[in-house]
């Protein structure tokens, strides 16, 4: 059975600092993994996903890493802006017979003081 | 515009008055999904779907029921409502073509009382 897992729960940083998000899964056969941002008591909006094959996926100050082999994938944001405050999700998809096997991790909850 | 629709977006009800929660997506999508997130649990797969008449059980089933009669629908079936089912519940949807990128809904927050 897939296990996500991601460490920290919870980090505070001051604004401009960069943000490292770490992400682990226990089954290295994953289609791809992707990245969300989570707002309180909203929904889930996508940032990056990465296919298997890839190693990385950038847009604007968001970097994220993948080694599937070692089963973690690192988000990297760069100069934190307290906007950026949010809870940050990854989500691992496998392909099975009958549709999408998604799996979350716990998420980082991140908070970016001005 | 492309979106995943969920309704309602806010419910509470009473122990055991059935109820159901409606998903539709108009991206033509032939992956649909059920999700609940509680607090300290995240998010857990409740059903998914491949396409019209394929569904099958993610981590956590009991107590849901789930039908694709049509490709952009997926609604979600609680028969006999309890507590333990009061939660914040997503739908996703996803194409079947090379990404498999996830689209999710804005969530229906269900009180069961």
């Known amino acids: 059975k897939q296990e996500v897992t991601q460490i920290p729960a919870a980090l505070s940083v001051p604004e401009g600092e960069n943000l490292v998000l770490n992400c682990s899964f226990t089954?290295?056969?994953?289609?791809?993994l992707q990245w969300f941002r989570q707002d309180p008591g909203k929904g889930l909006t996508s940032l990056l996903l990465?296919?298997?094959?890839?190693r990385e996926q950038t847009s604007g100050r968001l970097n994220a890493s993948l080694d599937k082999s070692s089963g973690r994938s690192t988000l990297y944001i760069a100069a934190s802006q307290p906007g950026d405050s949010a809870t940050y999700l990854c989500?691992?998809?496998?392909?099975?017979?009958?549709?999408?096997?998604?799996?979350f991790g716990g998420g980082t909850r991140v908070l970016v003081k001005p | 515009e492309a979106q995943v629709t969920q309704n309602p977006r806010y419910l509470i009800t009473v122990t055991g008055k059935k109820l159901t929660v409606t998903c539709s997506q108009n991206?033509?999508?032939?992956?649909m999904s059920w999700y609940r997130q509680d607090p300290g649990l995240g998010l857990r797969q409740i059903y998914y779907?491949?396409?019209?008449?394929?569904?099958d059980k993610g981590d956590v089933p009991e107590g849901y029921k789930v039908s694709r009669k049509e490709k952009r629908n997926f609604p979600l079936i609680l028969e006999s409502p309890s507590p333990n089912q009061t939660s914040l519940y997503f739908c996703?949807?996803?194409?079947?073509?090379?990404?498999?990128?996830?689209?999710f809904g804005p969530g229906t927050r269900l009180t069961v009382t």
């Open positions: 996703a949807s996803s194409s079947g073509e090379v990404s498999y990128e996830q689209y």
């Open positions: 089954d290295s056969a994953i289609y791809n």
């Open positions: 990465i296919q298997s094959s890839q």
């Open positions: 989500a691992v998809l496998m392909i099975k017979a009958a549709g999408n096997k998604l799996t």
């Open positions: 991206m033509n999508h032939e992956y």
């Open positions: 779907s491949m396409n019209v008449e394929v569904t």
